[in-house]
């Protein structure tokens, strides 16, 4: 079965301060896909990044980085000098790559950023 | 560039009746999804289609129906709505098939069951 984790509930922090989203995930399929989406408090689900289990590269865009480490399941992802535009609710998904399976989401990481 | 809408954004109903919930994308997607969310719960699948006339359950389609006549539409139905189904859903769409490809969602669809 997949399994997503997102440990923390909420988050806040000041602004201009590093922020670290936590995601460990679970699943025997050897070729995955790991997702996080931002969802703004107006609610709609944007897109952030999509990252395949062959490739542990770490990834930066902008003020945004993600860390994915194989070896302890997880796919981190750090704002950085955090901005009150990154209060969100911030989901991590896999969907792996045998039979059917879906998109399995965490349950969120509320992030709150206080000028 | 319309992408994903749904609608309507708001729906009040009443236990017992019966209520559509619309989703059309203009990318011409194969993959269409529809997902509910709830507090605690976080995003479950009700249904998906891979193709026009073809639909498969997700994790959670007691009392859901689904269809999908043309590739651009994917229309929810709550045939005798329940208070349990008060929730936010959410209309996705996804670029090929299906296993790395981007969902990208609508804006949702808070529906209240009285």
């Known amino acids: 079965a997949q399994k997503v984790t997102q440990a923390q509930t909420e988050i806040s922090v000041v602004e201009k301060e590093d922020v670290t989203l936590d995601c460990v995930y679970e699943t025997r399929d050897t070729t995955y896909y790991l997702f996080w989406y931002k969802q703004p408090p107006s609610g709609e689900l944007v897109f952030l990044i999509r990252?395949?289990?062959?490739?542990?590269q770490n990834e930066i865009s902008g003020r945004y980085s993600w860390n994915f480490q194989k070896s302890t399941s997880s796919f981190n992802f750090t704002i950085t000098a955090s901005q009150v535009v990154d209060s969100a609710v911030y989901f991590c998904?896999?969907?792996?790559?045998?039979?059917?399976?879906?998109?399995?989401f965490g349950k969120g990481t509320r992030l709150s950023v206080i000028a | 560039d319309a992408g994903i809408t749904q609608s309507p954004r708001y729906k009040i109903t009443e236990t017992g009746r019966q209520v559509t919930l619309m989703c059309h994308q203009t990318w011409s997607h194969s993959y269409m999804f529809w997902y509910r969310q709830d507090l605690g719960h976080g995003l479950r699948l009700i249904y998906y289609?891979?193709?026009?006339?073809?639909?498969d359950k997700g994790e959670v389609p007691d009392g859901y129906v689904v269809s999908r006549s043309k590739t651009e539409n994917f229309p929810l139905t709550l045939e005798s709505a329940t208070r349990s189904q008060t929730s936010v859903y959410f209309c996705?769409?996804?670029?090929?098939?299906?296993?790395?490809?981007?969902?990208?969602f609508g804006a949702g669809t808070r529906l209240s069951v009285l």
């Open positions: 996705a769409s996804s670029e090929h098939s299906g296993r790395g490809g981007i969902q990208y």
């Open positions: 289609s891979a193709a026009a006339d073809i639909t």
């Open positions: 990252r395949n289990s062959f490739d542990e």
């Open positions: 998904a896999l969907r792996g790559n045998s039979g059917n399976t879906p998109l399995v």
